[in-house]
């Protein structure tokens, strides 16, 4: 057990819809970071967030936000859903944000998308 | 840009045999390594990583060594168990401040008997 929850753990969706992916950090750790995981692109970075505010963007689509809040957990919002999002989504943490020494991220179980 | 390459699976190997899993790397500066592993129905787990060069990281049997000269990072077991069989990934982040991981496409590692 990593210390990161992810919830909901699947997600069946339609086309055109609008899902929220909740992410919990662990304790104390202050940078969250969002990756989509498909058969076709494998494991990509999509954002990161620390303390509360954007810090690095990755293949993120304009379809798709996230935010992270007071209490240090994130929201990945995706919206006007395609088939092509189905994807796992994995969040990870780390302590803080990397000045020279690179943290170790701490993965979540994941959040299995399916948009049919 | 940074890249990570790893050898394609899947590589099916019989219990108390030998693995290596070939990683290699394009990144600017000095890039921390590591190997991630993801069992079935699971999320990934870090299994191990290095910093620098000549670094060498070990966890559960595995190791890899850091290697700046042939931009490499391969995993290595001298006796894998059929409790091995997974996807595991190479990774790099550049230290650069942000840490965000660039993976390799995984290795999917079958283990028999």
């Known amino acids: 057990d990593s210390g990161v929850t992810q919830t909901p753990k699947h997600l069946i969706t339609a086309t055109g819809q609008r899902v929220t992916l909740r992410c919990s950090p662990r304790?104390?750790?202050?940078?969250v970071y969002w990756y989509q995981q498909s058969l076709d692109q494998g494991l990509q970075f999509l954002i990161q967030?620390?303390?509360?505010?954007?810090?690095a963007k990755g293949n993120i689509l304009e379809r798709f936000s996230a935010q992270q809040f007071p209490d240090l957990h994130s929201e990945l919002n995706l919206s006007s859903l395609e088939l092509g999002d189905s994807a796992l989504y994995f969040c990870?943490?780390?302590?803080?944000?990397?000045?020279?020494?690179?943290?170790?991220?701490?993965f979540g179980p994941g959040t299995r998308l399916t948009v049919l | 840009g940074n890249s990570v390459t790893q050898m394609e699976g899947p590589v099916t190997l019989s219990e108390e045999a030998f693995l290596t899993i070939n990683c290699t790397y394009t990144?600017?500066?000095?890039?921390?390594l590591f190997w991630y592993v993801q069992y079935p129905g699971e999320g990934l787990q870090l299994l191990l990583k290095?910093?620098?060069?000549?670094d060498k990281g070990s966890n559960k049997g595995f190791e890899a060594t850091y290697r700046k000269e042939t931009t490499s990072f391969h995993l290595e077991k001298g006796s894998v168990q059929v409790s091995d069989s997974a996807v595991y990934f190479c990774?790099?982040?550049?230290?650069?401040?942000?840490?965000?991981?660039?993976f390799g496409k995984g290795t999917m590692l079958l283990v028999s008997p």
């Open positions: 990870a943490s780390s302590p803080r944000l990397a000045g020279g020494t690179t943290d170790t991220q701490y």
């Open positions: 304790s104390g750790d202050l940078s």
């Open positions: 967030y620390y303390n509360g505010e954007e810090r």
């Open positions: 990144a600017t500066g000095y890039p921390s």
């Open positions: 290095a910093t620098k060069a000549d």
């Open positions: 990774a790099l982040s550049s230290n650069s401040g942000y840490s965000t991981l660039t």
